[in-house]
């Protein structure tokens, strides 16, 4: 902790002493920052300084050399280093005294300083120049928008090369993107027994679903339905995430994302988006792809079926996240809107597009979507129809008039849309539609025995309100409303939302599957199955070659198809 007191101090007298105006502010999130202007001598000639990559692998190169300090150790370290600082505290109290002024700012000072938590070698040390150049990568990376963001991982940066304490998750997550994947590796080097077990069993535990939502297109129309309105935006991320199959044009779309002008502005907001990140961990990924470890990639055939899909998912949900929320910022900057409006924005398209923020219980994602198939998603479906409501107090400005549209448009102008379609369906005679709330087959389209649901997530949450209500609900077999006692019906409910890893321990505590289906040997692997492959399996079972095709193609893009054998036919 000396060395790292002494170096800090360097380079807070530089910093003193330099009186050098800030470096402009970045714009977006790509592209290389202008070179730092030359060191100033004290002879006064010029010298160079480090090379931003030089300085980077020296970190590294000292993360790799370092060793991980045992418990023992640390709690020795520790009372010696709070015996040392109560020392100063208390000197620094009587001297303030004495001159009639507070202690607090001697005090404090003492306070400061990390404990270690690996031991740094002695040689390679980061030099003053060195940290000057991270520095200034860190501010130039970040942009204006995200100044106290850099000013959090500045400190944690000097904690870590000098004083050997490493950075939480989060701060490791903005050191990757800033100082690259390398600086991450060597990092996660450093993680006790007990967190690799722990992330190792999430991924496992998450398998099951990864699965389940791998080897198709669903985020389209299953996350992305809501944004559909927003038209050519929309569009352009089609068309970005369709290259995402290879891995190149996946880094390439990532890098178009980062570059947007838009893009530190946005996440300084609130826009949650999911670029690949070693220091993420699995609150980085987008929910279904919990489980899509390093060893499930590879499995041979599986192992990249599941890369892929989540590539393509991931590139086209980023992409849908950042192109509507620089379409709308430019709208509202012009409006010359405050931070707030930009907020409620990022807040709008994280909600609409399946990625509700859970407040408070946020950090508990990773183990939340361990007991719910999506819980940000179905948290993100409860909100929507209301979110609107927000508005109301804000629709005498002009930023809040058009953040109301929005909504209007992509919320309730979908579910016309929708309407619409299954109306249209059913007058031609194509499908039959269940209109009474009470029932399951609720504003589903019915074609055969298969029924089709294209409301992304929403009809059940209806459903389940209806039979709140009414304490009664509509069955499939007979269509007669019987008793629907309320938590029987919540329970089932929450029930049908479960993680399919607890939703297999149930089936076999049971014996039958969710919907009554006796357990056999081929229920139980069907489970394992992705959904779109369940999927085609039922429609083809179900109704003509022809429908199925049709339908086939829907439920690869994420409609949600399934077939009831025998429940009831429809005209086809």
């Not at 190792?200 to 080897?215: C, D, G, H, Q, V």
């Not at 219980?361 to 940000?376: C, D, H, I, T, V």
Request: with cysteine; proline share 6%; aromatic share 6%.
């Amino acid at each position: 902790c000396e060395a790292g007191a002494i170096e800090r101090a360097k380079v807070n007298l530089e910093e003193t002493q330099a009186a050098a105006p800030p470096p402009p502010a970045a714009v977006g999130g790509g592209g290389e920052p202008p070179k730092l202007p030359p060191k100033v001598s004290p002879d006064g000639g010029k010298e160079s300084l480090p090379e931003f990559n030089a300085a980077r692998d020296k970190l590294v190169r000292l993360l790799r050399g370092a060793v991980r300090l045992g418990q023992r150790e640390i709690e020795t370290l520790r009372n010696a280093e709070m015996k040392r600082r109560a020392a100063r505290a208390i000197s620094s109290t009587e001297r303030a005294l004495e001159r009639g002024e507070s202690p607090l700012p001697g005090v404090r000072a003492a306070q400061r300083g990390e404990f270690p938590t690996i031991r740094l070698p002695e040689e390679g040390r980061l030099t003053t120049d060195d940290v000057r150049v991270l520095r200034d990568r860190l501010y130039r990376t970040l942009g204006s928008e995200q100044t106290m963001t850099a000013a959090n991982i500045e400190e944690a940066l000097q904690a870590l090369a000098f004083d050997g304490k490493l950075p939480t998750e989060a701060e490791m997550m903005w050191m990757e993107e800033i100082f690259g994947p390398e600086l991450v590796e060597a990092l996660l080097g450093f993680r006790t027994t007990g967190q690799r077990v722990r992330q190792t069993l999430l991924e496992i535990w998450n398998l099951p679903r990864t699965l389940l939502a791998s080897f198709d297109d669903s985020m389209v129309l299953r996350q992305g339905l809501f944004l559909l309105p927003e038209g050519a935006p929309v569009g352009r991320a089609l068309k970005a995430h369709i290259k995402a199959i290879g891995r190149a044009g996946a880094d390439e779309i990532n890098e178009v994302i980062r570059a947007n002008e838009w893009y530190n502005h946005g996440r300084a907001h609130g826009l949650d988006l999911t670029l690949p990140s070693l220091g993420k961990g699995l609150g980085g990924r987008e929910e279904a792809f919990f489980g899509a470890g390093s060893w499930v990639k590879r499995i041979p055939i599986v192992g990249k079926g599941v890369e892929i899909s989540e590539r393509v998912a991931t590139a086209y949900l980023n992409k849908l996240r950042m192109e509507p929320y620089a379409a709308h910022a430019a709208e509202l900057r012009r409006m010359d809107a405050g931070f707030d409006a930009f907020k409620e924005l990022a807040e709008n398209i994280n909600i609409l597009s399946g990625r509700a923020s859970l407040g408070r219980a946020q950090a508990l994602a990773p183990y939340l979507n361990g007991l719910f198939f999506s819980a940000r998603l179905n948290w993100a479906r409860m909100q929507m129809p209301f979110r609107i409501l927000r508005q109301v107090p804000n629709l005498e400005t002009a930023e809040g008039r058009h953040l109301a549209k929005m909504l209007a448009r992509d919320v309730y102008g979908m579910y016309a849309g929708i309407a619409g379609m299954i109306g249209l369906a059913a007058a031609a005679g194509v499908a039959v539609v269940e209109l009474n709330p009470k029932s399951s087959d609720f504003g589903k389209m019915q074609v055969g025995t298969v029924r089709v649901d294209p409301w992304a997530g929403q009809q059940q949450f209806a459903v389940l309100m209806a039979r709140l209500i009414s304490g009664e609900r509509r069955t499939t077999t007979t269509r007669q409303d019987v008793p629907a006692d309320a938590m029987d019906t919540l329970a089932r409910f929450i029930e049908s939302k479960f993680h399919p890893a607890l939703s297999q321990l149930l089936t076999i505590q049971r014996g039958e599957t969710f919907v009554g289906e006796k357990l056999t040997a081929k229920e139980y692997a069907k489970q394992w199955l992705p959904l779109f492959i369940q999927d085609i399996q039922e429609i083809v079972d179900g109704t003509t070659p022809g429908m199925a095709g049709a339908l086939g193609t829907a439920a690869f893009f994420g409609v949600s198809v399934y077939n009831i054998p025998g429940v009831p036919a429809s005209v086809l």
